[in-house]
């Protein structure tokens, strides 16, 4: 199971890295531009971003949830976790891709 938690940790940490590339850019755009769009998209980034903080803290940090992360989530539970992470993190890099290009 700590094979699941280690790719569900690095997945996030990821999504973390990638978000704030975007949220730099867009950041920037936003500055120049002043786009009620770019606005939305640096708005959903940051949210996005907190959400994978927080998830990070709690599956590696928070001393009492990450010991119950690795000790008591069933291994189906986790399957599904990694799952919505890592179809997460491709997302997010396919926007990151298109941000950049």
């Known amino acids: 199971m700590s094979i699941l938690i280690d790719a569900a940790r690095i ?5 973390v890295v990638l978000l704030a590339v975007v949220m730099a850019v867009w950041g920037r755009n936003y500055r120049k ?3 009620k769009h770019t606005l939305g998209m640096l708005v959903f980034a940051t949210l996005l971003l ?3 903080a927080f998830a990070f803290y ?3 940090i928070d ?3 990450s010991f119950w ?3 008591q989530v ?3 539970a986790w399957r599904v976790m990694l799952l919505f992470h890592v179809l997460e993190l491709l997302a997010i890099a396919v926007v990151t891709w298109t941000t950049l290009d």
């Open 11 to 15: 997945a996030v940490g990821l999504n």
């Open 33 to 35: 531009l002043r786009s």
């Open 50 to 52: 907190l959400e994978n």
């Open 58 to 60: 709690f599956y590696s």
């Open 63 to 65: 001393p009492t949830l």
């Open 69 to 71: 992360f690795d000790t």
């Open 74 to 76: 069933p291994d189906v």
